[in-house]
């Protein structure tokens, strides 16, 4: 069973500051997927790759996949930023099963 | 473009009952998935509707099922609804070219179940 793993778990920071969100995954998942998710609920797909980086306005996401390892950056935080960071992992297997999920990041930024 | 939408937001209903829930993606997406999300299990995929046939399902007992109509909007049921069926269920929409995880997927604001 492929299985993506996320830390931290919970992340708070001040606003300003550099934020790292980590994802590994096991063999059988072949690209990533970083979903941001509100209170209330409300899901955005931020990125899908499944090879170098990303780059979105103030967020970054990088993928290596001889490591089986994922980063999502946020650069200068925000208040606004605050949310529930999620890691999907793409199964390489054809279309069963869909995504994997992590379990989440939750994070706060502090103004 | 109007986003996906979900009906309802929110339900309340008891063990044993059955319940439908609606999505009707982007207009012009053809491919519907259907995710469930606990505070235990996170998220986890349900199933994925194309052409109003299900492409790809997770590992979900028979009690949920789903359907697409040729509109492309989507139906999921649970049938003998359990405590644990509590859950914020959402679903995504995307293009249909590729397989969903092959492609951005749009999600609604989910459906907030509660199954006393």
């Known amino acids: 069973k492929n299985e993506v793993e996320q830390s931290p778990q919970n992340l708070t920071a001040q606003e300003g500051e550099f934020i790292t969100i980590n994802c590994s995954y096991s063999?059988?998942?072949?690209?990533l997927h970083w979903l941001q998710q509100h209170p209330g609920g409300g899901i955005v797909s931020l990125f899908m790759?499944?090879?170098g980086k990303k780059k979105h306005g103030r967020l970054i996401a990088t993928i290596n996949i001889q490591e089986k390892h994922s980063s999502l950056h946020i650069t200068a935080s925000h208040p606004r930023d605050s949310a529930v960071y999620i890691c999907?992992?793409?199964?390489?297997?054809?279309?069963?099963?869909?995504?994997?999920f992590g379990k989440g990041t939750h994070l706060i930024i502090q103004p | 473009k109007a986003g996906v939408t979900q009906t309802p937001r929110y339900l309340i209903k008891t063990r044993g009952q059955q319940v439908t829930l609606s999505c009707s993606p982007i207009?012009?997406?053809?491919?519907v998935s259907w995710y469930q999300q606990t505070p235990g299990q996170g998220l986890q995929f349900l199933f994925e509707?194309?052409?109003?046939?299900?492409?790809n399902k997770g590992n979900f007992p028979g009690r949920f099922s789903g359907r697409q109509f040729s509109n492309s909007r989507s139906e999921m049921n649970v049938s003998t609804l359990e405590l644990g069926d509590s859950a914020l269920y959402l679903c995504?929409?995307?293009?249909?070219?590729?397989?969903?995880?092959?492609?951005?997927?749009?999600f609604g604001p989910g459906t907030r179940l509660l199954v006393l």
């Open positions: 995504a929409s995307s293009g249909g070219v590729l397989t969903p995880q092959q492609e951005t997927q749009y």
């Open positions: 063999v059988g998942i072949s690209a």
């Open positions: 790759l499944s090879s």
């Open positions: 999907a992992g793409e199964n390489s297997g054809g279309g069963a099963d869909g995504l994997t």
């Open positions: 207009s012009g997406h053809r491919s």
């Open positions: 509707y194309f052409s109003e046939t299900q492409r």
